[in-house]
């Protein structure tokens, strides 16, 4: 089926269209170059409309054992926002943590088409793609979590033959069918296993001896020598400590010319200015991240009201448990790979430190020039709920609704922050880029987050309000595969999305040394840690897209 | 059907009948893999009924400490590489498996692991008689009771003040405490069908003392018959674990309320789909409203039962279950491939169907 979408203003900055009006024609889910003699099945009259390809979140927590213990922990969150079922959709419940069913048609609703799941363990990659299976709507893919788990502590130790790293790193992106590499608080979750309760960039691990700062250059080269689209997503040490600005800078200047990417910033951009000695240093930081090309970055912006955090940083996630809040924080230790922490979480804009980490969030927006290697998140839930993006964009884009939200912080904080100096108002083409062209191009999604020949018909229609929370909250019409699934901010379809995965080559004699050490220290076998193709695509659970890789570097 | 053998079918269609005209289903045992319990939820839920697990006593009990208290769990996996010292509580854990410390204990070494005490078993309130030669064991058992003697390790972990007559005891207790004060981690296990949620509270409370300078967690026992994936399956999929009623206009989480047991006695269910489809497992079918048995086990059905005899999960198909050595869900292969015999999965995906077609005509 042809169907045409006439007359709407489009932004495609893959494309360098902006605003122009431009007619979109969709056939057998793709999209066409243009057809001016077709003869279209169905045509969509938007004239006067915004039209952006479908958004992409980048790292959003939606799937896994952390996700699922939150909802365990939560019933609060759960029975205090309960979904009935419709003739068309699944029943389900969830403000922070919503069930996996909801989570896909909200975000669907919102006017997004694709989610990444940024930190899955190898070891329960199984439950992170079920839940992800169970996420309709949108297209799916996951990180793999490395750099605390003992193989490759041991492999680093025992200074192995480097291609032996990349070739675990690869391995294990097959196994756990991943799109790309996180680490975590690098090395931190395996030493807090041995006690201890800061890990710094230079600091030795108690008993491997390696460093933060080695981890993160052998994974961020590894990535880049199997040729993987997406740098090394790192989160770095000591999130949330006042003073883990110095850490952050010296990670980008670590990096020497290596791509990386560094996730949730804001949680990692604080000084010790001022009496309370909590402060921000998203200016410093930024200013060097505007000199260094070879980094991205997403925000992690803090947006008020109750939460739960959610993350693999067992170290830190047990260091801020006291602020808990209801007070009941999760702290697991997990499987020979990592760990997590989940610690409900109630930002104020009365309290000092939330009001300030707001702020930090919003100053590296404003501050950062390259649109490109900034991505817009809360790292979904731990800085706010997804819900909350139109709200974040309104932020970004009025700056008069950006002063009124100011004047109602905590007073300390506004005598603080540099943030009403700051005029910038978002464009909508750098939202476009923000939320699709960016993150396509980071993940190396060829055809999503663009509406040129070839992409995905996936397509969002927002009527142009001033307004732009109201905007971007309630999409007129959402397109996946150019299929209609979303009209008036309402599912009217329910489908399935793919699953993006990339395989970079490696060596099977790799699974040597790791069968041997499966065989002595876990508790399945390596053929059962991998996961099969057939166990993400079954029955209507849609597809498998494996996204190109470069050819490996020696 | 009846006592009579019949077509499989017929004894769908006769299912989907029954379920179509029923009020408030209740969907109980579920002794499935993920793919029967995904499907049993979708059913629940189109109908209107309730999800439960035959082992929801203990499931219900730690998920009520964990939304009341948070928790500090490890996978099985940590702590048989790495705890110094591991509790365990009761004769449940024990029993449920014999060879758990065999498991917890690998007579190899295992990963690195912090500090270096020789590894140390404690059994509280269970006796030592299994306990391998390799295993440095010490068993803390008295007539006091399990609550007794938790409260007692906690108050003496804590060095507190408090009274014992029993000196022996207290010799034991106060060893176990001072051996975990120095343990780098320390694990209590134990399985929460037997012990209270006061008691699990106070075993939490040793694990947070012993964070603020150490470390240590806890292990649960799983609940068998893959009652942890079921939970877990319906937690991700309605936002709620089970004991879960779809019967209003929001799914509704109450452990009491929507007990199998209690709908049947009651009478508030009218109709039961049990489901016993498990290798190595079974659950014997309660008492009370008609009932479609889907089983992979011999089954004696009541006169109105409908009996619909499915594949083993784990046995005759491929599986996706909650794996105790794992603490997550692996795949369990089958022993050899039964196709002939549907899934659970299969039928309940079929049955809504069925519904779906009555409804639609």
């Not at chain 2, 190899?108 to 309130?125: A, F, V």
């Amino acid at each position: 089926m042809l169907i045409k979408l006439t007359g709407g203003k489009v932004y495609d900055p893959a494309n360098k269209v902006s605003g122009e009006l431009r007619d979109i024609y969709v056939e057998d889910g793709k999209i066409l170059a243009g057809v001016p003699d077709a003869r279209p099945d169905q045509t969509y009259d938007i004239r006067g409309k915004v039209v952006m390809a479908g958004a992409i979140d980048p790292h959003t927590h939606i799937g896994g054992g952390k996700m699922t213990i939150a909802r365990m922990l939560l019933p609060e969150d759960h029975q205090g926002d309960p979904v009935a079922r419709t003739e068309l959709t699944r029943a389900g419940c969830g403000h922070a943590v919503p069930s996996t069913h909801l989570t896909g048609y909200r975000y669907a609703e919102m006017g997004y088409t694709a989610c990444f799941e940024p930190a899955m363990l190898p070891a329960n990659a199984r439950q992170a793609h079920m839940e992800m299976g169970d996420t309709p709507m949108v297209d799916k893919g996951a990180f793999a979590m490395l750099g605390s788990d003992d193989f490759f502590l041991r492999q680093l130790s025992e200074k192995k033959d480097f291609e032996a790293i990349k070739d675990y790193v690869a391995w294990t992106m097959h196994a756990a069918q991943a799109i790309a590499v996180k680490v975590v608080n690098p090395g931190g979750i395996s030493a807090f296993k041995f006690n201890q309760r800061k890990l710094d960039l230079d600091e030795e691990h108690a008993y491997y001896g390696v460093t933060p700062r080695q981890i993160i250059l052998n994974l961020a080269r590894a990535l880049k020598e199997l040729g993987v689209t997406h740098p090394l997503h790192i989160h770095g040490c000591n999130l949330g400590v006042p003073g883990n600005m110095e850490t952050t800078l010296d990670t980008i200047r670590a990096a020497d010319g290596l791509p990386i990417h560094l996730t949730h910033i804001q949680f990692h951009s604080y000084g010790t200015e001022g009496d309370r000695k909590f402060s921000s240093g998203a200016p410093q930081i930024v200013e060097l991240l505007n000199k260094t090309p070879n980094i991205s970055i997403d925000v992690g912006q803090v947006l008020f009201g109750q939460t739960c955090t959610a993350s693999g940083d067992s170290m830190r996630q047990y260091a801020i448990g006291k602020s808990a809040h209801p007070k009941k924080p999760v702290t697991m230790d997990i499987e020979c790979d990592a760990g997590c922490g989940v610690v409900p979480m109630r930002y104020r804009d009365k309290s000092f430190v939330n009001a300030l980490q707001w702020t930090i969030g919003l100053e590296t927006f404003l501050l950062f020039e390259d649109p490109w290697r900034l991505f817009l998140t809360t790292d979904h839930p731990n800085g706010a709920p997804f819900y909350t993006y139109p709200h974040l964009i309104r932020l970004l884009m009025d700056k008069s609704f950006r002063d009124e939200m100011f004047q109602k912080l905590n007073a300390d904080a506004q005598s603080q922050s540099i943030l009403p100096s700051l005029k910038r108002e978002y464009t909508l083409d750098e939202i476009a880029i923000l939320t699709r062209a960016g993150p396509a191009r980071s993940l190396g999604l060829k055809d999503r987050g663009h509406l040129g020949a070839g992409a995905a018909g996936d397509i969002t229609v927002y009527k142009d309000n001033k307004d732009r929370e109201a905007m971007f909250a309630t999409p007129e019409l959402v397109f996946k595969n150019g299929e209609l699934i979303v009209k008036n901010g309402k599912v009217v379809k329910v489908v399935q999305g793919a699953t993006h995965v990339a395989r970079p080559d490696y060596d099977r004699s790799i699974e040597r040394p790791l069968k041997d050490y499966f065989e002595r220290f876990h508790t399945v076998s390596l053929e059962n840690f991998k996961l099969a193709d057939d166990e993400i695509v079954t029955g209507d659970k849609g597809s498998i897209v494996v996204q190109p890789t470069a050819a490996r570097m020696a | 059907m009846r006592g009579e053998e019949a077509e499989l079918d017929s004894a769908l269609e006769r299912a989907a009948d029954l379920l179509d005209r029923a009020r408030f289903p209740v969907f109980g045992g579920l002794l499935t893999d993920i793919g029967g319990a995904a499907a049993a939820l979708s059913l629940a839920e189109k109908l209107g009924g309730v999800i439960d697990h035959a082992a929801s006593a203990g499931l219900m009990r730690a998920s009520k400490v964990m939304r009341e208290t948070g928790g500090t769990p490890a996978s099985f996996g940590e702590i048989r590489n790495r705890a110094d010292t591991v509790v365990v509580i009761g004769k449940a854990p024990l029993a449920r498996d014999p060879d758990l410390v065999e498991k917890l204990f690998p007579a190899k070494p295992g990963l690195p692991r912090p500090g270096d005490n020789k590894r140390e078993l404690i059994l509280l309130g269970a006796d030592k008689a299994k306990t391998p030669k390799h295993v440095s064991a010490t068993a803390v058992d008295s007539r006091a009771s399990l609550p007794e003697l938790v409260a007692l390790l906690a108050a003496s972990l804590r060095e507190g003040r408090f009274d014992l007559r029993d000196t022996a005891l207290r010799a034991k207790i106060d060893a176990a405490a001072a051996r975990l004060r120095k343990s780098a981690f320390a694990v209590f296990v134990y399985d929460p069908a037997e012990i209270e949620e006061p008691v699990m509270h106070t075993v939490l409370e040793m694990v947070r003392h012993l964070v603020l300078t150490t470390r240590a967690a806890i292990l649960s026992m799983a609940a068998p018959g893959n009652g942890d994936g079921v939970n877990l399956c319906s937690t991700w999929t309605c936002g709620l674990p089970i004991r879960t009623s779809f019967a209003g206009d929001v799914p509704q989480h109450d452990a009491w309320a929507y007990d199998t047991d209690r709908l049947l006695k009651s009478a508030e269910a009218d109709a039961l789909v049990w489901i016993d489809a498990l290798a190595g497992d079974t659950a014997a079918r309660p008492k009370g409203a008609a009932a479609i048995v889907l089983s992979a086990n011999p089954t004696r059905a009541a006169k109105d039962d409908i009996v619909i005899e499915v594949a083993s999960a784990a046995a005759d198909h491929d599986a996706a279950l909650f794996l105790p050595p794992l603490s997550g869900i692996g795949m369990v292969k089958a022993g050899k491939a039964d196709k002939g015999k549907p899934t659970v999965a299969a039928v309940l995906t079929r049955i809504a169907e069925l519904i779906d077609e009555r409804r639609a005509a």
